[in-house]
């Protein structure tokens, strides 16, 4: 059944997240940047237990222009998405990156429809 735990480990857990809010982000780095600038990402998503409905935040490198970094973001909802760009930390991080970046952020908003998610990865220990 959708949604519910999964008897069999080996299975993914399937979740229907219909309602919620995405964004593809795409930030490109001016030449040498790129340390700067994921140091200003994740002072930002140390802050994130202020966000409560920001359910997802991934920063993710490209494999194939060291210029780029690309980041995922899921929001419970249209309230959730508004409130995310309404906090310190958020404000913080866009007042930082300006001169890092090499032209304006790429933005790709999206619905979420369906997740599939292996049960290893919402056991493993993630502790940094």
Request: aromatic share 6%; proline share 7%; net charge negative.
């Amino acid at each position: 059944m959708a949604g519910s735990p999964s008897m069999d480990s080996s299975e993914p857990r399937q979740l229907f997240i219909a309602g919620r809010k995405s964004s593809l982000v795409r930030l490109t780095c001016a030449q040498g940047m790129r340390p700067a600038l994921l140091e200003v990402l994740n002072t930002y998503v140390d802050s994130l237990a202020d966000e409560p409905g920001t359910e997802m935040f991934i920063v993710h490198l490209d494999p194939d222009d060291e210029n780029n970094i690309w980041l995922y973001e899921t929001f419970l909802d249209d309230d959730a998405s508004i409130a995310h760009r309404s906090t310190q930390g958020f404000a913080k991080m866009m007042n930082d990156m300006p001169a890092l970046l090499d032209g304006p952020p790429a933005i790709l908003r999206m619905e979420p429809l369906r997740m599939s998610v292996q049960e290893s990865v919402l056991t493993e220990d993630w502790s940094l």
